[in-house]
Structures are given as C-alpha cells and as structure tokens.
C-alpha cells in the first residue's frame, strides 16, 4: 500500500504563487508516474501535470503548461507543483496521484483511471 501526503495550497489573489507538494511512502513497487489532478465543483476531476519518476519527462494539462511546473522533489518519491500566473479558474481541490507498475504509454499519462492511488486532496482558492 502507498500513501500520498500533500502539502501546500491555500488562497491566493490572481496573478499569484502557490507551491504544492507531495510524498509517496510506504511499500513502492515499480513506481512509473507521480503527478497532480483537480477538481472543482460540479466538474470533473482534470488532469494538471505528471511527471516519470524514472527519466523526468514531464506532461501538462492545456490549461496549466506555461503557468506551472512539476518537478521531482529532492527526497525519492516525491514531487513539487509550481503553480505561477494563477487564475481564479484554477480554483479546485488538487489530487496528488500515483502511479505503479509498468510504463504505460504517453496518451495513458493523461487519464485518471492509469493512476493507482490518491492524496486526500488539498484545497487551492484564487481570488478575483
């Protein structure tokens, strides 16, 4: 079993930073993809960015590339999402996700259902 502990988010004006975190632990096995998902109210859960954990590529949602960034954390198994330009749009509770097992394909990395287990989420509110 592996657990997701996100750190950061918060309320933010539009324009602003804010920096989120997180931290796999427990029995890693395999470990392919670590990234984040959102989710606002009445929406479906969006993919945002991943990134492998084994060679660094990274993907990004349409909506987020040029405004943020994910990157591996300096500790294994942990990733950082920079989250720059900030639009009251992106106003949504983010999922840190975690993927283990063989490399799946790039047009996989974008949907939910190729990720294995999920952070409790974390609330991110941009203001106008």
């Known amino acids: 079993q592996v657990q997701l502990t996100e750190s950061g988010g918060g309320l933010v004006q539009a324009g602003g930073s804010l920096r989120l975190s997180c931290a796999a632990s427990?029995?890693?096995?395999?470990?392919?993809?670590m990234g984040w998902f959102r989710q606002a109210p009445g929406k479906e859960r969006e993919f945002v960015a991943t990134i492998r954990l084994s060679g660094g590529n990274t993907y990004y949602g349409s909506s987020v590339k040029g405004r943020f960034t994910i990157s591996r954390g300096s500790a294994k198994n942990t990733v950082d999402l920079q989250m720059n330009s900030l639009k009251p749009e992106d106003t949504a509770v983010y999922y840190c996700a975690f993927r283990a097992g063989n490399r799946i394909i790039v047009s996989a990395v974008y949907s939910k259902n190729s990720y294995t287990y999920w952070g409790q989420g974390t609330q991110v509110t941009v203001s106008s």
């Open positions: 427990g029995e890693i096995v395999s470990p392919d993809l």
